[in-house]
């Protein structure tokens, strides 16, 4: 069960909010802070759009989203379609009649879809666009060394993350910090800007703003699904590129390289800058407080792991344990 806590601001909390009904889509836990921000806020949630129920873990059991169960736990209406064109859920949508749809992590809608309340479909996005968009900007943005990042609140349109911008809030990612981390710091700042968009869409302040090609020499960067190969480390590579990587694939999907035949993931690691001419990828350790692997320009410390077949841990109870 969730036991989220969000400060609201009740200053964000329209007079008319009560009038105005709202289809909410989503489905992973980074959902489910802006759907609790929009009732504190008392607008009208209308009906809660996810994914359908499936099987998961090695039971197979049936596995509700985080949006499904925090709904069930509102009493709010829930469609969960299979396919989003099919025509009794569009009938639906319609028999709702929606002044405005919300979408905060959710599947790509067909136009039918997004064109469809009079107020328009507006999307929280992790990323301050137009750099980042895709499937993956929390961890591109890691990925690529940014030292800030922030959300995007977007009016929908037919090319993905492309349409006008309503609001952004930037804010900064510290060194260290991992996509999980940044996750869960965003998940609570883009709750309350999306209320912010809410409002002032409703009241007519907002005005929305195209998104212009980027000027200055800046190049626009991507942030697509991540796939294996992007997860395997480069020792050849920095000792900067490789922290990256590690933090911006923790907790999930994880970097990974090879000790002794195994796969073992890095989900946090420290950098020693250092000269040496020992090959990249070369382990070294005391075998009780520190392993660490040669990197083009020095060491990556590994201090949290996973090896093959065990458990999480930190990387003084791996070495005590291994042998």
Not at 142 to 158: A, P, S
Not at 272 to 301: C, M, R, W
Request: hydrophobic residues 40%; glycine residues 8%.
């Amino acid at each position: 069960m969730f036991h989220l806590r969000i400060q609201f601001d009740p200053g964000l909390n329209p007079g008319n909010a009560r009038g105005t009904s709202i289809i909410f889509m989503g489905t992973p836990e980074f959902a489910v802070p802006s759907l609790e921000a929009l009732l504190q806020a008392e607008y009208n949630i209308v009906a809660v759009v996810t994914a359908p129920d499936k099987p998961a873990g090695r039971g197979m059991k049936i596995n509700e989203s985080a949006i499904k169960k925090y709904s069930l736990e509102k009493g709010l209406k829930i469609l969960q379609p299979e396919k989003l064109k099919n025509p009794d859920f569009v009938g639906q949508l319609k028999l709702l009649k929606a002044d405005l749809q919300v979408v905060v992590a959710f599947r790509m809608l067909p136009e039918i879809v997004w064109s469809m309340p009079r107020l328009g479909t507006i999307n929280l996005h992790g990323s301050l666009l137009p750099q980042y968009r895709g499937a993956a900007p929390i961890n591109w943005a890691i990925i690529n060394g940014e030292k800030e990042t922030g959300v995007t609140t977007f009016k929908l349109q037919q090319e993905i993350d492309t349409g006008n911008i309503l609001l952004q809030e930037s804010f900064p990612i510290g060194e260290n910090e991992t996509a999980g981390e940044v996750h869960d710091r965003m998940k609570i700042i883009g709750a309350q800007l999306l209320v912010k968009t809410v409002k002032g869409l409703i009241d007519g302040s907002l005005k929305e703003k195209a998104q212009t090609t980027l000027d200055n020499g800046t190049v626009l960067k991507h942030a697509p699904k991540i796939f294996t190969d992007t997860c395997r480390i480069d020792w050849n590579k920095s000792v900067d590129e490789i922290h990256n990587l590690i933090r911006g694939l923790s907790p999930f999907p994880g970097a990974f390289t090879y000790f002794e035949g195994k796969q073992m993931k890095i989900f946090r690691s420290k950098k020693e800058f250092s000269i040496t001419s020992e090959a990249p990828g070369n382990f070294q350790t005391d075998k009780k407080n520190f392993l660490k692997v040669t990197a083009n320009n020095g060491y990556i410390h590994i201090e949290e792991m996973q090896l093959e077949g065990k458990k999480k841990m930190m990387i003084n109870d791996f070495l005590r344990g291994y042998r």
